[in-house]
Nanobody, 127 residues
């Protein structure tokens, strides 16, 4: 089993920044083969893809709505993935989830490829 724990959410004004963290652990966690993703779900909306990264090479993929504002990165030594969010907008308000894909498909935004999910962290951007 793989355990994912997010942190770093909170309340921020529009134009501000936040950094989310996702710490991964577990006996079956094989970081080399996996892809890690961030998704978000706003009230009344479906969960949507935000960004993904491959553990091995650090390849990244972003949703068009966040490209240029958000940066996903990983620290292999700490088994931790980050999401740096800059120039935040009220429409970025959502619960943000970290997820792990054993198949390593960092280039595919489908949430159905992801095998493990964190509990989520709330991000609220005020106008």
């Amino acid at each position: 089993q793989v355990l994912l724990v997010e942190s770093g959410g909170g309340l921020v004004q529009a134009g501000g920044s936040l950094r989310l963290s996702c710490a991964a652990s577990g006996r079956t966690f094989n970081s080399y083969a996996m892809a890690m993703g961030w998704f978000r779900q706003a009230p009344g909306k479906e969960r949507e893809f935000v960004a993904a990264i491959s553990w091995s090479r650090g390849n990244t993929y972003y949703a068009s709505s966040v490209k240029g504002r958000f940066t996903i990165s990983r620290d292999n030594a700490k088994n931790t993935v980050y999401l740096q969010m800059n120039s935040l907008k009220p429409e970025d308000t959502a619960v943000y989830y970290c997820a792990a894909d054993r198949g390593g498909s960092w280039y595919d935004p489908s949430q159905y490829l992801y095998d493990y999910w964190g509990q989520g962290t709330q991000v609220t951007v005020s106008s």
